[in-house]
């Protein structure tokens, strides 16, 4: 008497598997014809799904629970139609539940530009958010909201990427600085991805975090004051093919331009 799961080789009954919550788990008994009758006998919390062949038993594992064994007897007899009782095989199949993983955390506005998340800088709503698995493929996405959040749960044990679409007028901070890594911004700038992502059963991993940066603009005026009394009185006229520079924070010109009207 053997008993396999789809794609899978048949083993010998006794058999165990494990499958992660809400997983389709469908097993299958053999020898399966149609002058044998299956006996399928679940534990508690496990539903067989309607339509299938006598043979195979469907179902979708239940829910991981932290305090519970999370184990499941699945008893299948198999005789052939007409026989006594006497006559039946029986598998005992034990299926085992696992959690999934979870995958998230926080776009925010790099307000000073340091790729850092300082205090009082503002978390990003609306900012649509890209799982992607090991091979760049699109998987899923959502939007952040409350306050800058995104989350992917439920997921696979399995290597991903997060990508994200900045709004329009945001540039991605500068990624991988400072010290914490709960703190930093995790995109890469050219290609809008993080770096492979690998989860493990159960684990809940929020610290792939996003900075977005808008960029400032700075002028405004040169005019001929006439008086002298450095104030901008009517009449004084502004001055054109003026070389303006703009400095760093170490006095090095970084762009110019001239006045004009």
Known sequence: LLCSTVGADPQLCPVTYAYYEGQHVSLSAAPYADEYSYDWTPSPGITRESGTDPWVFSFIMPDYDPSGTNSYAITVDIYPTGAPLSCKDTCEITVIAMERANLGNFVWEDLNYNGIQDPGEPGIDGVTVRLLDQ????LTSTTTANGGYYSFPGLL????????????????????LGSDDGLDSDIDTTTGRTTLITLVSGQTDNTWDVGLYRKAALGDYVWSDNNNNGIQDPGEAGIDGILVELLDSSGTVIRTAYTAS
């Open 157 to 176: 044990p399995g290597k991903y990427m997060v990508a994200i679409v900045p709004p329009a007028g945001y540039i991605f901070t500068s990624n991988d």
């Open 135 to 138: 091979n760049g493929n699109l």
